[in-house]
Structures are given as C-alpha cells and as structure tokens.
C-alpha cells in the first residue's frame, strides 16, 4: 500500500509539474516544459506504486531540477523526509538542491542550515558545525545556527568554542548567556584539576566568577581547591557562600562543611551553623546532619529527642527512618528483628524520594548533574528530599 507521506510529497509535485493547474489548457511558452515535467512525474508515481521509493526520489529530484522555483517543494520534501526519521533520504535532497549553482542567497542559506539539521539529527556533528558557521555568517539568520553550534560544542565538550559562540549567541538575541559560560569555564576549570594543574584551575574558576559572580559550581570547587592545598579555613569560607547564593544547593556542600569544621577543631560553630540554618529554613538535609551531629557528640538518647520533636513540627520519611534506626538499635529480641523489617521497607520509600529533579522539564536524577542531560538547561537540576523521584 502507499505511505500515506507519499500523499503529501506527490501533491506539491503535482502542482509544480503543472499537471494539477490544467496545463493543456495553458497555451504558453512552458508547454513543452510541462509535458516533460508531467512524463516524469508518472514515471515517479510508478515507481512509488511498485514500492521502490528511492528511485522515486531520483526521478522527483530530477522533475525539480529543471526550474529554480522548486526550491521550496525541495526543502519541504526533505524536511518531510528528517520528520519521518529517514536522514538519508532528507540529506540526499538537500544535498542534491546546495549542489545547484543557480540558487540565490536566501535559498543557498536556506538549504544550508535543513542539510545541517540532517546532520545534526545523523549525528554527523562536525559535517553539522561546518555548515552551522556558513549560515551563521548571514547575520539575522545567526541566532538559531548559534545554539545549534553551541549544542554541538557541548556535545563535543569544545568548551573555548562554546564560550566564543555563547557571546555571540548572547549579542545575536540580547539574552544572557553569562550563568551558562561561567559553567563552560567551570568546565575546564575540572579538566584542569584532572590534570593536576590546580593552578590554572584557581585561574579558570576566577574567569567563572567574573562572569556570572553568584555561580554555586565555581564558588564550590574554589573551596575544593583550597581545601586540596591545604587551606581549610579558606575553604570554609567559600563553601559557607552557598548558604546565600542558593540555598536550594546547601546540601551539596553540607558534607564539606562538616569536614572543614572538623579540620579547624570547631564542632561549636559547625553546630551553631546548623541550629541557625534549622531555624530560618525547612531543611531535611540540614535535620537530618544535626541529628548525626547531636547522636555522635551526646548519644543516641538525645538525637532519639531531637529527631522526635523534628518531627512533630515537620513529619518527613527521612526524619522516620532516622527514628526507626534509633529505635531499632535499643530494641531487644523480636522486636530488634521488627523494627530491622520496618527499616529496610522506610529506607527503601525513602530512596525513592531523594534526588534531583529538573526544575525545568522534571528530569529525574541520582546524582548531581550541572546541565540536565534531558532538557540540556543549566542550573535547573536540584536536590529533592521527600519526593516521588522514581
Ligand atoms: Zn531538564
């Protein structure tokens, strides 16, 4: 049977061989031309008919190639071709239709960026770049070529390119693109620290912060690396930063903060930090810390108290399971074996409920992730705590 797509191709062929604006009665000087147009096109349709679709293209392509005016039906039959997920065929038209000498600025330009989005979709990357910089060049068109270099630069992890062409992208469409180049630096600035060149990472992170100076991932990995020199209390004052650039990201450094507060011999501060976070923010992560915090300083008592008056004035699983836990170590017999059962069923409910979810297309994570791998946005993943994430 006939791709209903066929349909669609074989209408705006149609007309465009003349056939279905009654060529006969036509009596000018593309007669001859028609007749042609109108073999050809049967020729086509037969061809379809007998289900061999790529000689049917070849024949299309060929009624087409005698007037320029068919451009638009080209790129409309490609697109078609890439909607449908049939890349060859899409690339194959466009391919076909850049080839031509005659066409104009605007139509050369056209078919430049439909063969780069085949590319793009073939996952034929640098083919893609090099005609995304072509069109890029007629300036009011730049923008959309833009992103879809910067798509590909980050795809490629190209962070220099990245950051030239976010400028650009950023002047094109007087938006700002300053949070994302400050993580393109960031970028680097962990390359470099792979590399063991703490140095030139502290240099990178500096350019992060000049140009997007709230930027958490710079501010944090500034602490790392004052922290991996030796330089704790340096460190701690980064990572205390979080707190007012966004505290959403708080639980990402409660862990470090820990750690510098005990490598300065400041359990105080560490738990006054804590108790003045508790009091201004509902935070589970920040309880929860206090809770291990109170048990290893004053005994499993005293955190059994805390986490129950928590949990009066803000129920939540994982304040559940802390208490499960407590309960279950001071539990003798069958009632250790029941409570051990109940544990592992509320670890598991809350599993499930810690993440990191996209703020923007709801991407659920396991772990931290700067740009989200669905949606690709930056500084839109964020940790959840008692929430449906699976
Ligand atoms: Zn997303």
């Known amino acids: 049977m006939l791709d209903p797509v066929w349909l669609l191709v074989l209408l705006p062929l149609a007309a465009a061989s003349g056939w279905l604006a009654g060529r006969r009665d036509r009596p000018n000087r593309s007669g001859r031309l028609s007749d042609k147009f109108s073999s050809e096109y049967f020729k086509g349709l037969n061809f379809l008919l007998n289900e061999q679709p790529d ?10 190639e005698v007037d320029t005016e068919t451009v638009e039906t080209h790129l409309m039959l490609g697109n078609l071709f890439r909607r449908r997920g049939e890349v060859e065929r899409a690339t194959r038209i466009h391919q076909n239709l850049i080839a031509r000498p005659n066409l104009d600025r605007d139509q050369r330009s056209n078919a430049l960026y439909e063969l780069s989005q ?15 910089l072509e069109y890029a060049e007629v300036e009011r068109k730049s923008e959309s070529a833009l992103e879809h270099l910067l ?22 469409s007087s938006t700002s693109t300053d ?34 100076r709230n930027s958490v991932r710079a501010t944090i990995m500034k602490g790392d690396i004052e922290n991996r020199i030796g330089n704790s209390k340096k460190a701690l004052q980064h990572w205390l930063k979080i707190e007012k650039l966004d505290s959403q990201y708080l639980p990402e450094v409660l862990e470090r903060l820990k750690r ?29 810390t206090l809770a291990d915090e109170i048990e290893s300083r004053y005994g499993p008592d005293n955190a ?13 699983m994982s304040g559940l399971a802390y208490l499960v836990r407590l309960t279950g170590m001071q539990a003798t017999g069958q009632a250790q074996t029941d ?17 990191y979810v996209c703020q923007h297309c709801g991407f659920h994570a396991r772990a931290m992730h700067w740009q989200c791998p669905s949606c ?15």
Request: net charge negative; glycine share 6%; aromatic share 8%.
């Open 55 to 64: 000689k049917a293209i070849e024949v299309f392509i060929k009624v087409l």
């Open 339 to 355: 409570m051990q059962i109940l544990q592992g069923m509320i670890d598991k409910a809350v599993h499930t409920r810690q993440g």
């Open 376 to 390: 690709k946005r930056w500084n839109t993943i964020k940790p959840v705590w008692d929430q449906v994430c699976d």
């Open 179 to 212: 949070e994302m180049i400050a993580h393109f630096y960031c970028e680097k600035a962990e390359e470099a620290i792979n590399g063991n060149d703490l140095e030139e990472a502290g240099a990178l992170l500096k350019q992060a912060l000049s140009t997007d």
């Open 151 to 172: 798509y590909i630069y980050q795809q490629e992890k190209e962070w220099d390119q990245a950051i030239s062409t976010a400028r650009r992208l950023a002047r094109a």
């Open 304 to 316: 059994r108290k805390f986490i129950t008056a928590e949990l009066r004035k803000r129920p939540s």
């Open 260 to 288: 510098g507060y005990s490598e300065l011999g400041d359990r105080e501060s560490w738990d006054g930090f804590l108790r003045r976070i508790l009091q201004s923010e509902e935070s589970i992560p920040v309880m929860l």
């Open 118 to 132: 085949d590319y793009l979709k073939a996952g034929l990357l640098d083919r893609a770049e090099n005609l995304l």
